[in-house]
């Protein structure tokens, strides 16, 4: 029994003899580029003793060795026979791919993407037979039927797209909790790592998509083409954020891209990042912080609580964060609560002394505000200033030094440290000496 692989169309006889010649590549349409798959194909299956009986039109090509050395050591040329005639040397060997071609299925890939590229997929036949001839216009090739072989004519919709007319899709939505099957224009790559969990999409990339000769794609390549395409199609990421919305205890290859990846075309991609959150979320903002959430919750508000790096890339494309609700002392702790009456007249008479040496910068007055502590920590907060508000831990209501500080971060605009946070406390040194000494 034999897997023929059939297509329409007479394949010159250099594609299989001469390494490195290819009608395929640089052409978007077509698989194939390197130059060498059929000659790989050939070599993987003579050295998994299942020699090819191939037909180019009523011409039959036939694959031998002939052990040989080379410094010593021993290796096997591969020779051809067309038509009976005396076998002649191919120029390359058996062991030619031998550390990275090693499996069956992938010299079989080689032979139908051929097949493909030159007559394309409605002009390809592939089935398992008993009989093994000759086809006046067409290229035929037998393969023994090993179970190896067996096992790839069972799943060659796995392994071509082509032959379920999915070969131009980019996102391939799946039912089963698989890891991501990786595709590139339609033929089978690679599959992610089991243990990086199920995926909600397999992928099918372009031939902008990096792979080595051996259709090989590195770990990185494939996470960053993979977080690109999930980041520009809306339909792909409504269907992941309905996934954070029902809380799936599956933990989806998807959730772990990289930030990075996932923000590199934010500027683009931003629209359609925020129609896609509200058509499942609303105005719901996002947050990555447990402790916001909670207090989100607490006040009656709505937030997506997301422990991954998808919390920050939403917030990149606009989503509102949550904390963004809160000022930066609630967030850190503290619950916001009335200023007492001790630190309103504390704030009271260093803001007159800021008006009498015409220090305001022009400023009114801050609001004010105190706040206690409701998560237990080993740093104390003992004032903040944030949008025009002072906040002055209760605790420290009557301490002079904190509430110049904010005064004068209020005042300036500036940060602690800053050069101009440090010229106007000397500026406010200078005028109380020269009044002092008036």
Same mark, same amino acid.
């Given at each position: 029994?034999?897997?023929?692989?059939?297509?329409?169309?007479?394949?010159?006889?250099?594609?299989?003899?001469?390494?490195?010649?290819?009608?395929?590549?640089?052409?978007?349409?077509?698989?194939?580029?390197?130059?060498?798959?059929?000659?790989?194909?050939?070599?993987?299956?003579?050295?998994?003793?299942?020699?090819?009986?191939?037909?180019?039109?009523?011409?039959?090509?036939?694959?031998?060795?002939?052990?040989?050395?080379?410094?010593?050591?021993?290796?096997?040329?591969?020779?051809?026979?067309?038509?009976?005639?005396?076998?002649?040397?191919?120029?390359?060997?058996?062991?030619?791919?031998?550390?990275?071609?090693?499996?069956?299925?992938?010299?079989?890939?080689?032979?139908?993407?051929?097949?493909?590229?030159?007559?394309?997929?409605?002009?390809?036949?592939?089935?398992?037979?008993?009989?093994?001839?000759?086809?006046?216009?067409?290229?035929?090739?037998?393969?023994?039927?090993?179970?190896?072989?067996?096992?790839?004519?069972?799943?060659?919709?796995?392994?071509?797209?082509?032959?379920?007319?999915?070969?131009?899709?980019?996102?391939?939505?799946?039912?089963?909790?698989?890891?991501?099957?990786?595709?590139?224009?339609?033929?089978?790559?690679?599959?992610?790592?089991?243990?990086?969990?199920?995926?909600?999409?397999?992928?099918?990339?372009?031939?902008?998509?990096?792979?080595?000769?051996?259709?090989?794609?590195?770990?990185?390549?494939?996470?960053?083409?993979?977080?690109?395409? /999930?980041?520009?199609?809306?339909?792909?990421?409504?269907?992941?954020?309905?996934?954070?919305?029902?809380?799936?205890?599956?933990?989806?290859?998807?959730?772990?891209?990289?930030?990075?990846?996932?923000?590199?075309?934010?500027?683009? &991609?931003?629209?359609?990042?925020?129609?896609?959150?509200?058509?499942?979320?609303?105005?719901?903002?996002?947050?990555?912080?447990?402790?916001?959430?909670?207090?989100?919750?607490?006040?009656?508000?709505?937030? /997506?609580?997301?422990?991954?790096?998808?919390?920050?890339?939403?917030?990149?494309?606009?989503?509102?964060?949550?904390?963004?609700?809160?000022? &930066?002392?609630?967030?850190?702790?503290?619950?916001?609560?009335?200023?007492?009456?001790?630190?309103?007249?504390?704030?009271?008479?260093?803001?007159?002394?800021?008006?009498?040496?015409?220090?305001?910068?022009?400023?009114?007055?801050?609001?004010?505000?105190?706040?206690?502590?409701?998560?237990?920590?080993?740093?104390?907060?003992?004032?903040?200033?944030?949008?025009?508000?002072?906040?002055?831990?209760?605790?420290?209501?009557?301490?002079?030094?904190?509430?110049?500080?904010?005064?004068?971060?209020?005042?300036?605009?500036?940060?602690?440290?800053?050069?101009?946070?440090?010229?106007?406390?000397?500026?406010?040194?200078?005028?109380?000496?020269?009044?002092?000494?008036?």
């Amino acid at each position: 029994m034999y897997l023929l692989i059939e297509n329409a169309g007479v394949c010159p006889l250099e594609g299989f003899t001469i390494l490195g010649l290819s009608s395929s590549r640089s052409k978007e349409d077509k698989i194939g580029e390197f130059g060498s798959g059929n000659k790989h194909a050939i070599n993987v299956l003579l050295r998994h003793d299942l020699p090819p009986r191939i037909y180019l039109g009523t011409k039959k090509l036939e694959f031998v060795t002939e052990p040989d050395t080379f410094e010593g050591e021993t290796y096997h040329k591969v020779l051809y026979r067309l038509g009976g005639k005396r076998p002649v040397e191919t120029g390359f060997c058996l062991e030619f791919g031998v550390r990275d071609w090693k499996d069956v299925h992938m010299g079989l890939r080689e032979i139908v993407s051929n097949a493909i590229d030159r007559a394309g997929i409605e002009n390809v036949n592939i089935e398992v037979t008993d009989k093994v001839r000759a086809r006046s216009g067409y290229t035929r090739i037998y393969v023994p039927l090993s179970s190896d072989v067996k096992d790839f004519h069972q799943n060659l919709g796995t392994y071509f797209l082509h032959f379920s007319g999915r070969q131009n899709e980019k996102l391939l939505p799946k039912m089963d909790s698989s890891p991501a099957k990786i595709y590139r224009k339609g033929v089978f790559v690679r599959e992610v790592d089991a243990q990086r969990g199920p995926s909600i999409f397999d992928y099918n990339f372009d031939d902008k998509f990096s792979i080595d000769e051996a259709r090989n794609a590195s770990d990185s390549t494939v996470v960053y083409e993979a977080a690109k395409a /999930v980041a520009s199609n809306e339909d792909a990421l409504k269907k992941i954020f309905n996934h954070f919305k029902n809380k799936s205890r599956l933990g989806y290859w998807e959730f772990s891209f990289r930030e990075f990846d996932l923000v590199m075309y934010s500027y683009v &991609n931003k629209p359609i990042w925020q129609k896609a959150w509200a058509s499942v979320f609303g105005n719901t903002t996002v947050t990555r912080d447990e402790y916001v959430h909670e207090m989100a919750r607490r006040k009656g508000l709505h937030s /997506v609580f997301i422990d991954s790096t998808w919390a920050g890339a939403i917030i990149t494309h606009g989503i509102k964060d949550t904390s963004s609700l809160f000022s &930066n002392v609630e967030t850190n702790g503290y619950k916001i609560i009335t200023a007492t009456p001790t630190s309103v007249n504390l704030l009271n008479q260093i803001w007159s002394v800021m008006e009498q040496m015409s220090l305001t910068n022009g400023k009114a007055k801050p609001s004010l505000s105190c706040f206690s502590r409701v998560v237990e920590g080993n740093s104390m907060l003992f004032g903040y200033y944030q949008d025009g508000c002072i906040y002055i831990n209760i605790d420290e209501d009557g301490n002079m030094q904190t509430m110049l500080e904010e005064v004068a971060h209020h005042i300036t605009g500036s940060t602690d440290l800053s050069r101009d946070f440090q010229d106007f406390a000397f500026q406010v040194a200078t005028r109380l000496i020269k009044e002092s000494v008036a």
